[in-house]
């Protein structure tokens, strides 16, 4: 429908060249009775955004998120996370995570995800699920600027991670980015 927010996402499967990558962003939308998220953003020096979905999964505590965050080589890449988790940040910094807390302006964030070129793995099957069913709110055929709240647990962390490093980049250096 013309109420769907994205539809320039293009599937990948092999990730960019080591020497073609500017920097490595990571986005995470946390929940409990929703899915938590952790999708991981390699942006590269042509300004191509990369987005792999890590983590999907509900129920997790924050002891659990910490536990699954371990499996993937973050390194002191930034990680976005949902700002209403203030809890869960800090956690996560005291686990040793250089944890930050997002812009979580909605329009203006899913304006700037339209504007890149950006790209989804396509193992990453709930997110390419969700970015099928990503509405604007409606009503009487007029598309209004509020976002349907279904199913956005995935986008929400790479909006958070892609608008928030743009708004205030995070450091040019990265981690080496191998994600198992």
């Known amino acids: 429908s013309n109420a769907r927010i994205y539809n320039h996402f293009k599937q990948y499967t092999d990730d960019p060249r080591q020497e073609d990558i ?45 536990k699954e965050f371990n499996k993937f080589n973050i390194g002191t890449n930034p990680i976005y996370c949902d700002s209403a988790a203030a809890s869960t940040i800090e956690d996560l910094k005291r686990s040793g995570y250089n944890a930050k ?14 504007s890149k070129q950006m790209f989804i793995h396509y193992e990453s099957v709930n997110i390419i699920k969700e970015i099928k069913t990503y509405s604007w709110k409606t009503r009487d055929e007029t598309i209004l600027e509020e976002v349907v709240k279904i199913a956005d647990h995935g986008l929400d962390g790479i909006r958070y991670c892609c608008f928030t490093d743009y708004k205030s980049p995070s450091s040019e250096s990265f981690d080496f980015y191998v994600y198992k």
Do not use: A, H
């Open 22 to 66: 500017k920097k490595v962003i990571y986005g995470c939308d946390v929940g409990f009775t929703n899915p938590s998220t952790l999708v991981q953003v390699i942006i590269t020096k042509d300004d191509k955004y990369y987005c792999r979905e890590l983590i999907y999964q509900k129920g997790l505590t924050t002891n659990d998120l910490i």
């Open 101 to 114: 807390s997002s812009n979580k302006f909605v329009k203006e964030g899913i304006d700037f995800i339209k």
